[in-house]
């Protein structure tokens, strides 16, 4: 059965670093598009991340563009978001996805449970 799970999720002080996992079984991921989109309370779902199969496209929103980093390991079926210089802003539940490279929720099949990121001002 395909799934995905995330690990990493954690408390951490302002202007500190995560590094989120997202484990993937089933080598069908090997052909999607990996994405980070996050959850705050009382907000809409909101895309983070997102890169292509191969791992030559990438695309982030603006909220963290120049902080987080995506990658994936398509050997180990595996997805990161490397998180650095965090704000309070940043607190949510991050949820892994795989589907066609977007950045809306709707173009993405399948999701992990979600990681719960807290950052402390």
């Known amino acids: 059965q395909e799934q995905l799970v995330e690990s990493g999720g954690g408390l951490v002080q302002a202007g500190g670093s995560l590094r989120l996992s997202c484990a993937a079984s089933?080598?069908?991921?090997?052909?999607?598009?990996r994405a980070w989109f996050r959850q705050a309370p009382g907000k809409e779902r909101e895309f983070v991340a997102a890169?292509?199969?191969?791992?030559?496209?990438?695309r982030y929103a603006d909220s963290v563009k120049d902080r987080f980093a995506i990658s994936r390991d398509n050997a180990r079926n595996m997805a990161y978001l490397q998180m650095n210089s965090l704000k309070p802003e940043d607190t949510a539940v991050y949820y892994c996805?795989?589907?066609?490279?977007?950045?809306?929720?709707?173009?993405?099949?399948?999701w992990g449970q979600g990681t719960q990121v807290t950052v402390s001002s």
């Open positions: 890169i292509s199969s191969g791992g030559s496209n990438t």
């Open positions: 089933g080598s069908i991921f090997r052909r999607y598009t």
């Open positions: 996805a795989a589907g066609a490279f977007s950045s809306l929720a709707a173009q993405y099949d399948y």
